[in-house]
């Protein structure tokens, strides 16, 4: 960090632009995070930002704003914390705030239902494309595959809080190694 | 009330809400109906706006119960009330998390969490694709397979897929596009 004044300014805008164009906050801002902060900038890798989402899942607070917040305490500290955090805010605050003082029946516009409608058909490729890509980094043997499928059926078909399987899966992930190396 | 106790409220809320922003709307409702902030028809209007903006749902909730409450200045402090808990509880857990994640133990375990929060995107991914590309739940409730496969639907997803493929460009990009497309077809 050479010059943190400027980074901070970057942070925040950085999380201003992810902020103004995520819709839905939490798992389907993961695109936009992965490309500009693990290629573009190479601030996190891309397994960090895997962490952080865990982290973000399991706390209090919601996951959007924990992940923005991890990510800057992990490029700037507290201040990169706060930088990124208000970033993330700031693009609700503005459009929530002219929408309630203006346009109150904003979402009953047929353009702007028509307009989500596209919009959400590219967050499910955008994800799809992610859920690829991550699972060609992390997903390295049999048991690993056996976790994110195990996790994916308990969390999206079984109802399960996901807490428990990453609190779990993180205890598998010490316990593995040990009894493959007891086999030997 | 003053703006301490709005602080305060959606303080807690931050607080108790774990996950993502849909988790915190039954907290935000109970508060809501208790102090009689609104009507029922009216939190369900404000939850249908904070899904069709962009930014996290529970936040968007925040800004707006705060501006109904007292403008601009309500909608600040509701919203700084949801994310202090997080930025307070993230910032003890990182500092922490940078002092042991190089630690073996910890490296282990994290070899175990990344696929399973791989498996977590994959729910997320599963639950837009069954919302925005083949809605099981409209399908079930009326039986129409025209609905599950609408053929401009279906189009354009198979065009994103295929330009994602070919370009690679900046998710921004296929968003834009993707709205700009479903004002035309959709």
């Given at each position: 960090m050479d010059s943190p004044k400027i980074h901070l300014n970057e942070l925040y805008f950085l999380f201003f632009k992810i902020g103004s164009v995520t819709f839905g906050g939490g798992y389907t801002m993961l695109p936009m995070l992965d490309r500009e902060?693990?290629?573009?900038?190479?601030?996190?890798?891309e397994e960090e930002l895997l962490d952080y989402y865990a982290i973000g899942q399991s706390t209090p607070g919601i996951i959007a704003i924990n992940t923005a917040t991890f990510v800057g305490y992990k490029t700037a500290g507290i201040p990169g914390a706060i930088a990124a955090t208000l970033g993330m805010v700031s693009p609700s605050l503005i459009i929530i705030i002219l929408i309630a003082a203006f346009?109150?029946?904003?979402?009953?516009?047929p353009l702007v239902q028509k307009a989500l409608k596209g919009v959400n058909i590219a967050v499910a490729v955008l994800l799809i494309f992610s859920v690829w890509k991550f699972a060609q980094k992390t997903v390295k043997d049999i048991p690993g595959f056996l976790i994110c499928l195990t996790a994916f059926l308990a969390v999206?078909?079984?109802?399960?809080?996901p807490i428990p399987v990453v609190a779990l899966s993180a205890f598998l992930g010490i316990v593995i190694p040990i009894l493959k190396r007891r086999k030997k | 009330m003053s703006f301490l106790t709005l602080y305060l409220i959606f303080f807690k809320i931050g607080l108790f809400t774990?996950?993502?922003g849909l988790a915190a709307l039954p907290l935000l409702q109970n508060e809501a109906m208790k102090r009689q902030w609104f009507s029922q028809a009216e939190f369900f209007h404000m939850v249908a706006v904070s899904e069709s903006t962009p930014g996290p749902i529970g936040v968007n909730m925040a800004t707006y119960i705060g501006w109904d409450y007292a403008g601009i200045a309500g909608s600040l402090v509701a919203t700084f009330g949801l994310v202090s808990p997080s930025l307070i509880i993230i910032i003890l857990i990182a500092r922490y998390f940078f002092h042991f994640n190089e630690k073996p133990l910890v490296q282990s375990a994290l070899s175990g969490l990344r696929p399973a929060v791989t498996g977590l995107i994959a729910t997320a991914a599963f639950n837009v694709l069954t919302v925005a590309v083949f809605p099981i739940q409209t399908f079930r409730e009326n039986g129409l397979w025209g609905e599950l496969f609408d053929p401009a639907t279906l189009i354009l997803f198979v065009l994103i897929v295929a330009a994602y493929v070919k370009w690679k460009a900046h998710p921004v990009f296929y968003v834009a596009a993707a709205a700009a497309a479903g004002m035309i077809f959709l």
């Open positions: 902060l693990s290629e573009k900038r190479r601030w996190v890798t346009l109150r029946n904003f979402n009953e516009v999206g078909f079984g109802g399960i809080s | 774990i996950g993502g």
